[in-house]
C-alpha cells in the first residue's frame, strides 16, 4: 500500500507567525513574500495601529469664526462625532468625549458633556462643559426644553450662554496640540 504525503505539493506546512497554530502554505504564496499568518484575521491584527491622537488629528479642522473644532470623520445620525478606539474588539467612542479627556481630564461620574457652542460636531475642550443630564436637557433646543424655559425662565437658552475664551489645558503639556 502506498503512503501519500499528509501535505499537498506545492505546499508548505508553517506556523502562524501570530498565534502559533500550524497551517499549510501555498510555495507559490511563500515566494510572494505571504503564507506568514494562518488566515486574515491574523494577518489584520498583526498589522501595527496607528495611535488614536494622529488618527484623531487628521479629522479635525479648527472653524476660525466661531473658534470650534469640527469633526471630519465618522458622525451618527445625530451629528455626534465617533472614533473608533483600536481594533474592533475596543469599539468607538464619542469624538468630543475622546478631545475631553485627552486634554481636560476625566468627566465625572453622572455627567454629560454639554456643547456650550450648540455644534455637536464640534470638539473643542473650551467649547464642552461637564453637567448633569437634567442641566444638559434644560439648555437643549429641542421644543420640550425650549418650552419648560419659557415657562419657567421666561427666556432662551442662547440669551445666556457664552464658550470660555480658548486657554491651554491645565496640568501636564499633553501631545495633541489645538489644530491650526
Keep these: 500500500m502506498q503512503s501519500y504525503p499528509t501535505v499537498p505539493a506545492g505546499s508548505v506546512e508553517k506556523t502562524c507567525e501570530r498565534c502559533r497554530s500550524p497551517f499549510t ?4 504564496a511563500l515566494l510572494r513574500g505571504r503564507g506568514r499568518f494562518c488566515g486574515r484575521r491574523c494577518a489584520n491584527l498583526s498589522k501595527p495601529r496607528r495611535p488614536l491622537s494622529a488618527r484623531f488629528d487628521e479629522k479635525v479642522i479648527s472653524e476660525p ?3 470650534c473644532w469640527l ?4 458622525t451618527m445620525r445625530n451629528g455626534y462625532g465617533v472614533i473608533g478606539l483600536g481594533g474592533r474588539a475596543d469599539g468607538t467612542a464619542l469624538a468630543h ?8 481630564g476625566d468627566i465625572p461620574d453622572g455627567f454629560d458633556l ?8 464640534c470638539v473643542n475642550p473650551d467649547h464642552l462643559e461637564p453637567v448633569t443630564r437634567r442641566v444638559n436637557w434644560e439648555r437643549g433646543m429641542h421644543s420640550k426644553a425650549v418650552e419648560w424655559r419659557l415657562s419657567v425662565e421666561g427666556r432662551l437658552p442662547m440669551e445666556t450662554r457664552q464658550c470660555r475664551p480658548a486657554t491651554p489645558p491645565p496640568g501636564p503639556t499633553i501631545a495633541w496640540e489645538a489644530p491650526a
Design 97 to 104: 468625549r475622546v478631545a475631553y479627556q485627552t486634554l481636560r
Design 25 to 28: 502554505a501555498k510555495s507559490c
Design 114 to 121: 454639554d456643547h456650550l457652542c450648540r455644534n455637536r460636531a
Design 65 to 67: 469664526n466661531s473658534g
Design 71 to 74: 469633526w471630519l470623520g465618522a
